[in-house]
């Protein structure tokens, strides 16, 4: 099929571009190339291993808080799946590649391990901008990709809602946007401080906290219309002083602050906040506040608005009822002295779902799959992870619940916690957008 | 140098050769190595426009990446505002009209200043052009970027293509000539009398002044034409990458530029080509091959600047200098 | 309108580090005439090398006393590695021309950095408890922590040492001679080599400082002197090369220019801050208090 592309016309074009004997054996070299490619296929299940790709941040400021953690559980997980036999009787060599270095070496990265190392899959991104730039390779380069932890809302969705799915046959996002934690929160304040009047935000100055303000806003003005926002602070990401911005939320009144913050800036923000009484005056919100109350300590404050990414967190769903959490929490916690946080739990939805997709895949085709048929297979999965079901939807990104709690000071940690009982968990269908819509119309369409 | 002599010289029958074994190469190369070739060879037509500024004009500056970002976000946004005129022969004349135009201002600001002066000058600059493409979010796609699509190619539309085989097949054929092209302008450019009143405005700024050059006028039309030559190499690496990103405006790609212009010797016209073609391979494989990979490339520009000062291509040439003189004594 | 005096309060705490570290780089491109890209990566090793010190040996002792010591331990290595790196590689750089004395410092800045992450890892480190233990206190209507107080005092009273070893002593007159006139110093007997790395040493020592000074607030992180890199430019190109007074006026104008940005146009804060730099430059080419 592909071969009709690289028709007579086109051949005449390439000749007035580089001269007609040369361009023939371009073209014979092309059409060569395609149809090794599609050549067929041998059914029965390779002995090697599965070369397994894993792509985070493994330096710069998001390593310590995304990167590491993720890696770390992708390891903890690849060696369980291998110690049980592997994937479909083929273990996972897996080998961690470092995100760090901007999105243009991320893409050329992406295209050695598909085109030259030919990895069976690459299972990574933390970076939206990485994740906008190299899904698209998926198809046209032929490679499964398995985006693990990257929050843009608008990275499976198209230009006009209802849209057909999927966006990408071969990519997925093996975890839910960033609009779930956004509604969950604009949720949380509706349910619990309906009378709240003045409402500000600050979020870190590039496309993530953008759409974080953006999808809170419209969520927020939607549900409670009485709301002001006084305040939009757009602090650039990696900031070491706060000081202008928390004076600044000071000086506006605002009772509830919505922030998307993250890594050291997170830290570095409630410290200082601490140190201005920020807390004193204003309840913070934070979509994905959930690791640093065990990042900061005892020092963090209490009856902080906190968001999970999901459900994910080490005492949800609680580990006498949930075996699969206490056991990951375990493990983790003794390999690395900590409990997991989120993107450690993303990390395991991602490579499991590529286990759980294969081996549905082998068994529906009798023998090892394509790509093709492995995602085919990926589409409408639904598996048991740690934080409870996690659903693949058809437009390839999956959906979960959200835990939404306030911080607490208890005996058993050494800092503050979200306590299961007291916290709310909304379900999926109240928080992610439906399949084929675009988020921001789905919560424009809303009875107030 | 005429045009008749330009053309018998044995550095035409060179060119010549170069560009009948570029020619193919797309067929024996995989298509990632192919990539990888072109991805160079854009960054070489940039490398030869900033050399303009730092061989024949004495300019160095740390800002070209600004410059670079230009020309491959016009495509990108020609895209995403104007996509009935996404083709490539829309394309390539209006990244050079754009990046004619930034250069303009940009330059118009930095070619009062010179040494290192001008150095600072362009890197604020290029500063502000990485603010605005993060900052006005709406407009630029902010830290995101811009996804770039296959453009079409004297009507043809290549969607449904996989972009390895349009980068493998049209596309290189393009490249090449386009690049054969922008080498023959340059050529011509610093041989002409414009580049021979450069040269001169570099050795010694206040002859030229005395002998009636407008000085300033001249070094502004170099930062044009070498805004044009960065920006023009940005557009065409935008349909390689697939993606561009306002990194490629921070000062640190500015940086690479210099990195890969010394690496292949500036003091050779060729050498910024040899250089760029280099970098990509160094990069990639020093980035695949070891998590240090930042380490690596410091060391080995340390070294570069501490032993080999004149570039690849001036070691080369050293020692073919040297072998023949040793030949030479040898027979005498 | 009460905040105002706040927003000041917060404009000068940005301007002390900025201030810091545009004090390094101006003195070696005054004295030397190189750009040092490294800045920021000597910037760096001070964070990390404060933040390893106060982070794990914090345990038992006074909070002072550790501070005082991350603060030297900071400026020892960065000016340490300031020297070798002046003896090694930047020395054989004087004659050659711009593009190399550029080049090898930028080289020097990804080798360090990379040195960095070999050294130490890529993870952050927290080290906040001086900040912490310090506490804050009731000024002009506001709570502010001590610590911002301390960090202000600190750096403005660093600039000022500087001043008067400038202005003031021996050596600091025949800084100046060397940055007036290289030849004519040099003519006069002073020993200009030595004078380099000593000049390369205080710059990378300033410039550990300023990082070691911000570590109790954030942690250390891979990358961490970029930004003030960039500040310190701008600080240079709008203050005038080479300049004590200009580095002073450049980082207020900095510093006051973003605090009052974020609280009134948060939007455009950092555009707002290049603008100025631009038009400063188009007024004014050389900078407020530079010569040509």
């Known amino acids: 099929m592909d071969e009709k592309r690289f028709n007579r016309r086109s051949l005449l074009k390439q000749m007035g571009l580089a001269g007609a004997g040369l361009t023939a054996s371009g073209l014979a070299g092309a059409t060569y190339k395609v149809r090794k490619a599609t050549a067929a296929e041998n059914r029965s299940i390779p002995k090697t291993p599965l070369k397994v790709a894993v792509v985070s941040f493994l330096s710069g400021p998001a390593s310590g808080p995304f990167g590491i953690p993720g890696n770390n559980s992708f390891k903890i997980c690849a060696e369980e799946i291998n110690k049980q036999g592997g994937i479909a009787g083929r273990k996972i060599e897996m080998k961690s590649y470092d995100e760090a270095g901007g999105t243009d070496s991320q893409v050329k990265l992406a295209r050695k391990l598909i085109m030259d190392d030919k990895v069976d899959i690459i299972l990574g991104y933390i970076s939206s901008a990485d994740c906008k730039a190299i899904l698209p390779l998926s198809d046209e380069l032929g490679g499964l990709i398995f985006a693990y932890d990257c929050g843009t809302h608008v990275l499976m969705e198209k230009e006009k809602s209802p849209y057909d799915v999927p966006k990408y046959g071969l990519g997925f996002r093996t975890a839910a946007h960033l609009a779930i934690d956004n509604i969950a929160l604009a949720r949380y304040i509706q349910k619990h401080y309906p009378d709240v009047k003045k409402v500000a935000g600050i979020n870190q100055d590039y496309a993530w906290g953008r759409d974080s303000w953006m999808i809170f806003e419209r969520a927020i003005k939607k549900l409670l219309p009485h709301v002001e926002v006084v305040k939009t602070l757009w602090p650039q990401i990696y900031t070491k002083d706060y000081t202008a911005h928390i004076s600044s939320l000071l000086s506006s009144g605002a009772e509830i602050v919505h922030s998307s913050m993250w890594g050291g800036d997170t830290v570095t923000f409630t410290k200082q906040a601490i140190g201005m009484g920020l807390f004193k005056k204003a309840r913070m919100a934070m979509s994905r506040g959930e690791p640093y109350p065990q990042e900061v300590g005892e020092d963090f404050p209490e009856n902080q608005i906190i968001c999970c990414a999901g459900t994910h967190y080490f005492l949800y769903p609680p580990q006498d009822k949930w075996p699969l959490n206490k056991k990951f929490v375990a493990d983790y916690h003794k390999a690395y002295g900590k409990y997991p946080p989120y993107p450690a739990y993303h990390a395991y939805q991602a490579i499991y779902a590529y286990k759980h997709a294969v081996e549905k895949a082998v068994s529906l085709v009798g023998g090892w799959p394509t790509k093709k048929e492995i995602a085919m297979a990926a589409s409408g999965l639904s598996f048991e992870t740690p934080s409870g079901i996690l659903t693949i939807g058809k437009d390839h990104n999956a959906r979960e619940d959200v835990l939404v709690g306030e911080t607490k000071k208890v005996k058993s940690f050494d800092f503050p916690i979200l306590e299961p009982e007291n916290s709310s968990i909304f379900p999926a269908h109240e928080v992610n957008t439906p399949v084929g819509l675009r988020t921001v119309d789905w919560i424009d369409s809303w009875e107030a | 140098m005429d045009v008749k002599s330009a053309i018998r010289s044995p550095k035409a029958f060179v060119y010549l050769a170069v560009f009948v074994l570029l020619l193919p190469l797309a067929n024996f190369l995989s298509p990632y190595q192919v990539m990888l070739l072109e991805a160079g060879i854009t960054l070489g037509i940039s490398a030869l426009g900033f050399n303009l500024l730092l061989r024949y004009t004495g300019l160095l500056s740390f800002g070209h990446g600004a410059l670079f970002a230009v020309g491959a976000y016009t495509v990108g946004m020609m895209y995403k505002y104007f996509p009935a005129l996404y083709s490539i022969e829309i394309l390539i004349p209006a990244s050079i009209i754009v990046s004619m135009i930034v250069a303009g201002i940009f330059g118009y600001i930095c070619v009062r200043h010179t040494f290192i002066f001008f150095a600072i000058i362009t890197m604020a600059v290029s500063m502000v052009i990485f603010t605005l493409l993060l900052k006005f979010y709406h407009f630029t796609g902010g830290s995101d970027g811009i996804h770039i699509e296959l453009p079409t190619m004297l009507g043809t539309s290549y969607t449904g293509i996989k972009r390895f085989e349009f980068l493998s097949g049209p596309y290189y054929y393009f490249l090449i000539c386009i690049f054969a092209v922008c080498v023959i302008v340059m050529q011509g450019i610093v041989n002409s009398p414009f580049g021979k009143t450069l040269q001169s405005i570099r050795d010694n700024e206040v002859r030229a002044e005395m002998v009636g050059i407008r000085v300033k006028r001249y070094r502004w039309y170099a930062f044009l034409v070498s805004g044009i030559f960065t920006g023009l190499g940005g557009a065409l690496y935008s349909f390689i990458n697939g993606h561009v990103t306002p990194e490629l405006a921070e000062w640190i790609f500015s940086g690479e530029i210099v990195f890969m212009t010394l690496l292949g010797g500036f003091m050779i016209f060729e050498g910024p080509i040899i250089g760029a073609i280099l970098f990509t391979y160094l990069q990639l494989y020093l980035t695949s091959w070891t998590e240090y990979w930042q380490f690596a490339m410091g060391v080995i520009l340390i070294l570069l600047v501490l032993l080999l000062p004149q570039g690849i291509s001036g070691g080369v040439a050293d020692l073919y200098r040297k072998l023949k003189k040793s030949k030479t004594r040898e027979i005498s | 309108m009460e905040y105002v005096l706040i927003y000041i309060l917060n404009g000068l705490y940005f301007t002390s580090f900025v201030f810091l570290t545009s004090l390094g780089l101006n003195i070696i491109l005054g004295v030397m005439g190189i750009l040092n890209l490294a800045h920021g990566a000597l910037y760096a090793i001070g964070a990390f090398v404060a933040a390893w010190l106060i982070g794990s040996m914090f345990a038992g002792m006074s909070v002072l006393l550790i501070l005082a010591g991350g603060l030297v331990a900071a400026i020892g290595i ?202 400063i430059l188009v007024v004014k080419p050389e900078g407020l208090f530079g010569s040509k």
């Open chain 3, 78 to 279: 960065a000016g340490a590695c300031g020297l070798l790196m002046e003896i090694s590689f930047i020395r054989p750089m004087y004659n050659r021309t711009l593009e190399y004395q550029l080049l090898i410092t930028f080289g020097a800045m990804l080798a360090v950095e990379g040195l960095i992450k070999m050294i130490w890892g890529g993870q952050s480190y927290y080290a906040s408890a001086p900040f912490v233990s310090m506490g804050s206190i009731e000024i002009v209507g506001s709570v502010y922590p001590v610590y911002f107080i301390f960090a202000m005092v600190l750096s403005f009273a660093t600039g000022f040492g500087l001043w008067l070893l400038l202005s003031k002593t021996r050596l600091g007159i025949m800084l100046r001679a060397i940055s007036m006139d290289r030849e004519m110093a040099q003519a006069m007997g002073i020993r200009i080599k030595w004078f380099n790395t000593l000049a390369f040493a205080l710059g990378a020592g300033l410039a550990g400082l300023a990082g070691a000074l911000i570590i109790p607030t954030t942690p250390a992180t891979l990358g961490i002197g970029m930004d003030p890199l960039i500040r310190a430019f701008i600080v240079v190109v709008i203050g005038g090369l080479g300049s004590l007074r200009g580095a002073l006026l450049g980082s207020l104008i900095v510093g006051e220019t973003r605090s009052f940005g974020v609280a009134y146009f948060p939007e455009i804060e950092l555009p707002l801050l290049f603008l100025v730099a631009v038009v």
